[in-house]
């Protein structure tokens, strides 16, 4: 089967993941050790469409391993999304002589591949890259640690302030449609409270715990909210709610945003890219595909595409029951 492949493609797609440069240096030198080709596509699945590609050696990925984002660039692409986009795709990376594409992002770069590997059976390997830790099939992904721990370095800095000045502070982070940034984070970093998408806490609830943690002695509190939360409409009208029916509180917003996909990736970030990039390859070469390499219980698997999509992974009911205990 190792015959077979004589030339790779690799692209990053979808929102960018600190450690998404330490995979793509894997991949690279999984495939000089094996003596296949590779080539790197610029700007995701446009530049595919585009025919953006550059060959890529040993050199072309030094220094880049401690680097966060992506040099191959993302985009994303509404023309991949029609069947001409898909065509026009496929026909560069024949042209290239291309024998297969390893993609790395999170749940949208999957659905991409799974729809052009049944139009054009096409072998394509998956490298799970997103900060949310949303994919099944693994238990972290790429640029979750790093943005763990940008979170609770910010929250901590936040702290100081809540601190002076007897405040209470409302923190969105990331997570639209999963609340692991928001858990693990506001566990991290000390939170009052947790908010986050899977468990729906309610007005009420909230009012009633930080009544209590008024009581109990604290002059400020640190609120995680998880972007995806339903208990507001947003995190600027359930402040105003909370400083409307809590007068004892100056309450605060702050929005980290974008701040936490950048920075350079962590150590665990670095090292689980490069196991997932070398994973990807050898899974190419047995023959593998339309799978996504994963990490479960610290060993690298193979999981069908399709698995990977199966509803958001599920969060962790114990560190839910942790947060409680030592928020009191």
């Known amino acids: 089967m190792e015959n077979s492949i004589n030339k790779i493609a690799v692209l990053t797609s979808g929102g960018d993941a600190p450690g998404m440069n330490a995979a793509i240096r894997a991949v690279v030198r999984s495939c000089v050790y094996h003596n296949i080709a590779c080539v790197g596509v610029f700007r995701g699945y446009e530049g595919l469409i585009e025919g953006a590609f550059e060959p890529l050696d040993a050199r072309s990925v030094k220094n880049i391993i401690n680097r966060g984002g992506t040099f191959l660039k993302s985009a994303r692409s509404k023309e991949f999304r029609t069947k001409q986009g898909r065509e026009k795709a496929y026909k560069h990376l024949k042209k290239q002589n291309i024998d297969a594409l390893v993609v790395i992002g999170g749940d949208g770069t999957f659905s991409g591949a799974i729809v052009f590997n049944q139009e054009f059976n096409f072998p394509i390997v998956g490298i799970p890259g997103t900060i949310d830790n949303d994919i099944n099939g693994t238990d972290f992904t790429i640029g979750y640690d790093t943005a ?106 702050t929005v980290l945003g974008h701040i936490q996909r950048g920075g350079s990736p962590s150590c665990h970030d670095r090292v689980l890219a490069s196991r997932l990039g070398v994973g990807a390859i050898d899974a190419l070469l047995a023959g593998e595909r339309e799978v996504m390499i994963g990490i479960v219980h610290n060993k690298v698997v193979s999981v069908d595409f399709k698995k990977s999509l199966e509803g958001s992974s599920k969060i962790d009911t114990d560190l839910i029951r942790v947060a409680d205990i030592i928020s009191i």
């Open 148 to 253: 763990l721990n940008t979170v609770v370095e910010a929250i901590d800095k936040i702290r100081d302030t809540a601190i002076s000045h007897s405040r209470l502070f409302l923190i969105e982070v990331m997570g639209r449609d999963a609340g692991d940034i928001a858990l693990n984070a506001g566990i991290g970093a000390g939170a009052e409270e947790i908010l986050i998408p899977e468990l729906n806490m309610g007005k009420e609830r909230l009012l009633a715990s930080l009544k209590r943690s008024k009581k109990s002695g604290k002059s400020s509190s640190i609120v995680v909210v998880a972007e995806g939360d339903q208990i507001g409409k947003n995190i600027f009208g359930l402040a105003q709610y909370i400083q409307e029916n809590l007068e004892d509180y100056e309450c605060k917003v």
